[in-house]
């Protein structure tokens, strides 16, 4: 079974970039998909929720530290969504053509390092002398694609 986080429990609902603070999970067991209500406010607690429901694998756009370590102390695979907009339904086509892109644990750590407030790849963590927010997050972008995958 599949699980990814949603903006909304709409039908062909935008998949929620924030994993852990998503709002609904949608659920996919290769035929049927169900959409249920985040019961967490803190992502680590979401895996033991989707190890209970057979969940095996995890199709996401970035993740905080504390879901990731316990991501990594299981066999849940993860797979990136993509940087543009993403719906419901493009989730489900990708993944029925194994068109989704397997996340090596590098490319998980690089996504984790903005949620660190690691200085060297968050522009929210520092002050922007001489520069504005604007070009010091499209430089952030550029140099880390993996921490910023919205814009």
Avoid at 74 to 89: E, P, S
Wanted: aromatic share 10%; glycine share 6%; net charge positive.
């Amino acid at each position: 079974m599949i699980t990814f986080p949603l903006k909304t429990n709409k039908e062909n609902a935008a998949v929620s970039p924030l994993f852990g603070k998503a709002k609904f999970f949608a659920f996919f067991d290769g035929k049927n998909l169900s959409i249920e209500a985040n019961p967490y406010e803190r992502g680590s607690k979401l895996i033991n929720w989707f190890n209970e429901k057979g969940v095996d694998t995890i199709v996401m756009k970035e993740m905080g530290a504390r879901p990731f370590e316990a991501i990594s102390k299981t066999a849940i695979k993860v797979l990136y969504a993509g940087n543009d907009r993403v719906t419901t339904n493009e989730v489900l086509e990708n993944y029925k053509t194994n068109s989704l892109k397997e996340l090596s644990i590098d490319e998980l750590q690089k996504i984790v390092k903005e949620h660190k407030g690691d200085k060297s790849s968050s522009c929210h963590s520092h002050s922007h002398e001489g520069e504005t927010k604007k070009s010091c997050h499209k430089k952030m972008v550029a140099q880390n694609p993996y921490v910023f995958l919205n814009k």
